[in-house]
């Protein structure tokens, strides 16, 4: 049971150079999201989407850009990465976002912007 | 503005021993809340969900309480043990105009069980 799939768990960056972190997951949800998580601050929501074709802006959407041309997949693409960037990425899909709206997380991309 | 704010920060306790973990909100109107586990290393689980009609839900060691009227939850331990060690993170769902919910996440609590 595959569940929620991220990758890479680690990359490096340049200050500057852009990336994909890829996100699937094989439980077709329609909810599907990303987060990024700091040290002493809770996950904060960058991007999500309800549904194929369907993306929308989170609270710190700014330096990201996302697709969601299928149920499976939502890639997050840092645009030119600067080191504010650098944090744990987590995908996270739900079945629905309406009703109590659990969260399945994937294992996380850790990413440092040099 | 909603918030979560969860107490104590980092806790240290040793194997055997129970502990218990707070989360207070100021999310309204009031969906459901969530206390997930956070591996080191690893994506959340949740681990329970209370919903507003709901004040007391166990799953295993871990018993979480509920009180809407003060908006406090609680995660209670019980018998800890090295694999509890983790991040525990309270997560209120608000409910949106329009129908859908909105996430509030906690900082979360840092608990480390030792020999």
């Known amino acids: 049971n595959a569940g929620v799939t991220q990758t890479p768990k680690f990359q490096v960056l340049k200050t500057g150079q852009s990336m994909t972190l890829q996100c699937a997951q094989d439980m077709n949800h329609e909810y599907m999201s990303w987060y990024r998580q700091d040290p002493g601050m809770g996950l904060r929501l960058i991007h999500y989407s309800v549904g194929a074709g369907i993306t929308d802006q989170g609270e710190v959407p700014n330096g990201y850009n996302v697709s969601r041309s299928t149920t499976e997949d939502f890639p997050l693409r840092l645009l030119s990465a600067a080191p504010s960037q650098t944090s744990v990425y987590f995908c996270?899909?739900?079945?629905?976002?309406?009703?109590?709206?659990?969260?399945?997380f994937g294992e996380g991309s850790r990413l440092t912007v040099l | 503005k909603n918030q979560v704010e969860q107490s104590p920060q980092s806790l240290i306790i040793l194997e055997g021993k129970n502990c218990t973990l707070q989360?207070?909100?100021?999310?309204?109107?009031?969906?459901?809340l969530r206390w997930y586990k956070q591996d080191t290393g690893r994506g959340p689980v949740s681990l329970t969900i209370?919903?507003?009609?709901?004040n007391t839900k166990s799953n295993g060691r871990y018993t979480a309480t509920l009180d809407a009227d003060t908006k406090q939850s609680s995660l209670h331990i019980t018998a800890s043990q090295l694999s509890d060690s983790a991040s525990y993170i309270c997560v209120v769902s608000g409910i949106l105009t329009g129908g859908g919910n909105k996430l509030t996440f906690g900082t979360g609590t840092q608990l480390k069980v030792e020999l």
């Open positions: 209370m919903t507003f009609s709901e």
């Open positions: 989360c207070n909100y100021t999310v309204s109107p009031f969906s459901n």
């Open positions: 996270a899909s739900s079945p629905t976002n309406r009703g109590t709206g659990e969260l399945f």
